[in-house]
């Protein structure tokens, strides 16, 4: 028989009846009248408008955002929304998170600003994407296929209808999202596809493998040409060059192996344009950047930058006391989506095509009226150290906290944020500058992979603890957690127009989660 709990006894009969009784305040908590004095900055620090006085009582951060929306003269159909970061006067610090109108008095008075009616609060804007991201919740498809652990998976920057992922049995394969069936199986590597990456323009796809090649293939499945030879042992890492910098339709791509080179080939015709060697020891990750520079990390602990015109070295970045497992550069979502964007328009000629690509580069890379791309580089130390490889070799900052090695390495969309996961079961957030701002902590094994949304708002991470877990990035709190898989999450990535999470892992079956 099944225990049953005994009643309640007198006392606690009682006490539930008063409880009744008694009327609940609901007094709303009282905001202190009064104002403060805003004056409104961008990220290079420029004044966007003239200083204005907000009643404390209406201060939300919408509020905030509209405000300044009207200030600069905007329609109501171009407002852009903002996020705010409260500067201290007469001190470096700033208030990362926008606080609510009833604690905004108490967070200024904790920062020693006694009266902020008499003082001017410095509001520093950062426009958010105007599209939102919904975060995914649900498993929508498992589709089984490949017959061993999967290593790597890419969206097509064109449409999230196509994924494509490598395999350790010697496929890769693409897949029709939206019917959640397997499209095509491409044959031909003789060992694990290891890396893999589609042209930004959503034609191609690259493969490389275990068996040292460079495999072609087009949208169809067909394989383009034949395999690249040359390298000396397996790929580990494929980069395209960026789409504005095309000459004659022409793509290039660079790819990188243990042989500690990293090899320029022109598509078309599968001849090595140059071999960039200099590496001692195998190159992790290669990254190709929009001014035309090559960024190579390797187990030999330094990162190389090259001029891919010319195939020479430009500059070797050591600060790193350990192999180097990851870099990421802060235009990577716009190289890769080159003249894709949320707005769906996509150019007719290449020429525009051309333009479009250039002008969203250009617009990601600005700091202060100048073209900066900023690298991040991810270690077996531990650290992590970012980078401007156009103003030397010495690093901007160094990113300190994790426990134990990181694994991977990312810039969110908009640039303002940093991931990164690490063998310590953490993921942790950075701003666009280097410093810290929180630590993410839900898994309990390492974190392998994360991938930011297009809109900058959320983070998909996968773990060797099976599941994916989705972040807010405004609260850094824990979203949606996203168990499904049988084994360690090896892949995952965020499609670009934000309506997918593809993954795959040790189970074998790609799994693709949506909202």
Not at 434 to 445: D, E, I, P, S
Request: net charge positive; charged share 25%; proline share 5%.
């Amino acid at each position: 028989m099944a225990t049953v709990a005994p009643p309640p006894s007198k006392r606690q009969r009682r006490e539930v009846l008063e409880r009744s009784q008694t009327q609940q305040d609901v007094t709303p908590p009282v905001i202190e009248a009064g104002s403060f004095k805003a004056r409104f900055i961008d990220n290079d620090g420029n004044q966007l408008a003239e200083t204005i006085e907000v009643p404390l009582a209406d201060a939300t951060e919408k509020n905030v955002s509209l405000l300044l929306n009207t200030l600069l003269g905007r329609e109501r159909e171009e407002f852009t929304p903002y996020r705010f970061r409260i500067h201290i006067p007469s001190s470096d610090i700033v208030i990362d998170n926008y606080p609510t109108p009833s604690e905004f008095l108490a967070v200024l008075r904790k920062h020693g600003i006694e009266n902020p009616f008499e003082t001017t609060i410095t509001l520093a804007a950062e426009p958010q994407a105007v599209f939102k991201v919904q975060a995914v919740t649900r498993m929508s498809n498992r589709i089984p296929g490949h017959g061993e652990a999967i290593l790597a998976a890419q969206f097509s920057p064109k449409t999230s209808s196509l994924l494509a992922t490598g395999s350790g049995d010697n496929t890769a394969r693409i897949w029709n999202t939206d019917s959640g069936t397997p499209k095509y199986t491409l044959k031909g590597h003789s060992s694990w596809v290891l890396a893999l990456a589609w042209s930004p323009d959503g034609q191609y796809l690259a493969t490389g493998s275990m068996d040292k090649t460079v495999r072609i293939w087009n949208e169809s499945g067909q394989s383009v040409g034949r395999p690249f030879n040359g390298h000396a042992k397996w790929i580990t890492s494929i980069a395209w060059q960026p789409f504005h910098l095309w000459r004659d339709d022409t793509p290039k791509l660079a790819t990188a192996s243990k042989d500690a080179t990293i090899r320029i080939w022109v598509v078309n015709t599968g001849r090595t344009e140059h071999v960039l060697s200099g590496h001692k020891g195998s190159v992790s990750c290669v990254r190709w950047g929009g001014t035309d520079l090559i960024y190579s990390a390797s187990q030999d602990k330094t990162v190389k930058v090259w001029d891919a015109v010319n195939g020479t070295l430009k500059h070797t970045l050591a600060s790193h006391a350990h192999w180097v497992n990851h870099l990421a550069l802060s235009t990577d979502f716009v190289l890769r989506t080159a003249f894709y964007d949320h707005t769906k328009n996509v150019p007719s000629t290449t020429e525009e095509k051309r333009a479009k690509a250039k002008e969203r580069f250009e617009k990601a890379a600005k700091q202060q009226g100048t073209i900066a791309e900023r690298v991040i580089s991810a270690s077996d130390d531990f650290t992590m150290y970012l980078w401007d490889p156009a103003q030397g070799t010495k690093p901007l900052a160094r990113l300190l906290g994790h426990q134990k090695q990181v694994n991977h390495v990312s810039f969110s969309p908009d640039g303002n944020l940093i991931a990164s996961a690490g063998w310590d079961n953490h993921i942790k957030i950075w701003g666009r500058d280097g410093k810290f701002l929180t630590t993410l902590r839900a898994h309990v094994a390492p974190v392998y992979q994360c991938a930011f949304s297009a809109d900058s708002r959320l983070l998909c991470s996968g773990s060797r603890d099976t599941t994916l877990k989705v972040w807010d990035m405004r609260t850094f709190k824990l979203s949606v957690d996203l168990p499904g898989h049988e084994d360690e999450v090896y892949a995952l990535d965020w499609s670009l127009d934000g309506r997918l999470v593809g993954s795959g892992g040790k189970d074998k079956a790609v799994r693709l989660w949506r909202n």
